[in-house]
């Protein structure tokens, strides 16, 4: 029997990693073949993102990668998580791939190798080659074989070094951003369409770990990132119960139902008759997206706390997810959302690392056997240098602690998580609200793209080395 880990004390093999994605960070949107994304379309497009700010530079990692990955060998990650952008490397998203895209990646990827740092990708981080959304984008079922045929090309490309995949980031935003609320690309407010997405980014999720399957090496580990959402009712009323339970099929029985156990939760249909029949799901669909998966990526911010309309007025709409007249939730108009209560990061989220612990425990139960690995969690703060230069964020200490303590703790009771991936590296396009929101571990001078490690980085990279947990959260000098 092995001896129980002393109580602040992560397991051995345990990856410390940061992440990021292709558009939030790259730049050189014109370079090398690329093409537009639908995130180049929209922020191009006036009014969609705060000030009108895009990631035509971003924080230019396209030319400063080298830079990056030497940042955080420094501080002494072990692992790092990023996405491809599928348009620089299929520009039109079909057809042959374009080689000096796959090099750029081949070439971070062997820089993270040389430094000990074992890459994890994520091949779809919201942002679709804009041919692709003309075609009718992910509302099209189409879209699903495009995204296969685009995971396959990557697989062959970078499966000799790379283990770790994700097919998707958070589909949960591409489908009910994307096209319900409108507050992200492609700023669709069609709630049927939002629908039609999540069953297809759900079946390109299927079509896609089966691509990658047939052209990686055996042992590697695919992969699903979700932003389960940890919903909480308002009241114990039997109202406020079922407002919960109907947001909780919205923001995650409708992935994990197919992806876990091959099926949509039943009251999901009725609760979205008014919106669609689902006539969108084919035979055979529900198999493909039950492929089995290695491990699953959970995304933790902060809970959503609802209710039912009866009479209560909620202020305008706190699920934290952008100011737009459209709902994000299809059919779900008659539901409320409250501010939860406790402090708040920049974004307005409320931090309560509790959510971190009871989502790990559901899916160690709803998936038991499964490794988990968090694959984002992190806050946003108004960091801004001293007069010397340097950048304290005890706020960021705080809230990295509190989580990575929930994170333990799970352990401790038994769940199966074998890494943690701080969002973010580096301050970074924070999609509609533009650069206004740092998350970065890392601050980013925008006007010079110099980069300045925030205490919060020294922290977290004594915490990485020591594989433990401080019993305080003093900043690290
Ligand atoms: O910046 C995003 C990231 O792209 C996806 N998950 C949430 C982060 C913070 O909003």
């Known amino acids: 029997m092995t001896e129980p880990l002393p109580t602040a004390t992560f397991p051995p093999a345990f990856l410390w990693g940061a992440a990021t994605s292709a558009y939030q960070i790259e730049g050189a949107v014109r370079e090398d073949g690329r093409t537009p994304s639908i995130w180049d379309t929209f922020s191009h497009t006036p009014g969609r993102t705060a000030g009108g700010e895009t990631g035509d530079i971003a924080v230019d990692h396209y030319h400063r990668y080298r830079d990056d990955v030497a940042l955080m060998a420094d501080l002494g990650l072990t692992a790092y998580r990023f996405s491809v952008s599928w348009s620089r490397v299929q520009p039109t998203g079909r057809g042959p791939a374009v080689q000096a895209g796959l090099d750029f990646y081949r070439r971070l990827v062997d820089e993270l190798l040389a430094h000990g740092i074992k890459p994890a990708i994520t091949l779809y981080h919201w942002d679709l080659p804009q041919e692709l959304e003309d075609a009718g984008g992910w509302p099209e ?147 493909t997206i039950r492929t089995p998966l290695d491990a699953l990526g959970l995304n933790y911010y902060t809970p959503v706390l609802v209710s039912a309309a009866d009479g209560r007025a909620a202020g305008p709409r706190a699920d934290g997810h952008g100011a737009s007249e459209h709902s994000p939730w299809p059919a779900a108009d008659d539901v409320l959302f409250h501010q939860a209560p406790g402090e708040r990061t920049e974004m307005g989220w409320t931090i309560d690392p509790t959510g971190l612990h009871e989502l790990i425990m559901r899916y160690s139960r709803e998936a038991p056997g499964l490794p988990l690995y968090i694959t984002e969690n992190g806050a946003a703060y108004d960091d801004k240098p001293d007069a010397d230069g340097r950048v304290h964020d005890p706020e960021r200490i705080a809230y990295l602690h509190g989580h990575l303590a929930a994170v333990r703790r799970a352990i401790g009771d038994g769940a199966d998580v074998r890494g943690y991936y701080l969002w973010s590296l580096l301050d970074n396009f924070e999609w509609a609200y533009g650069y206004d929101k740092r998350f970065g571990a890392v601050y980013v001078d925008y006007s010079t793209l110099e980069r300045t490690p925030k205490s919060s980085a020294r922290w977290y990279g004594e915490v990485a080395r020591a594989g433990a947990l401080p019993a305080a959260v003093e900043p690290a000098a």
Request: a negative charge; aromatic letters at 8%.
């Open 141 to 287: 079922r189409d879209t699903a074989h495009r995204f296969a045929e685009y995971a396959r090309l990557v697989g062959e490309a970078l499966g000799d070094r790379v283990e770790q995949w994700i097919t998707l980031n958070e589909p949960w935003c591409s489908a009910f951003l994307g096209y319900g609320s409108g507050v992200h690309a492609p700023g669709r407010t069609d709630p049927a369409a939002a629908l039609r997405a999540a069953h297809h980014l759900n079946l390109a999720h299927g079509l896609g770990t089966a691509a990658l399957r047939s052209v990686l090496p055996a042992g590697h580990q695919l992969a699903l990132s979700l932003n389960s959402q940890v919903v909480r009712p308002f009241s114990q009323s039997p109202d406020d119960l079922a407002a919960a339970r109907r947001i909780d099929n919205l923001a995650n029985g409708v992935f994990h139902g197919p992806v876990l156990h091959g099926a949509y939760p039943e009251t999901l249909f009725a609760e979205t008759a008014p919106v669609t029949d689902w006539s969108f799901v084919l035979d055979g669909d529900l198999r």
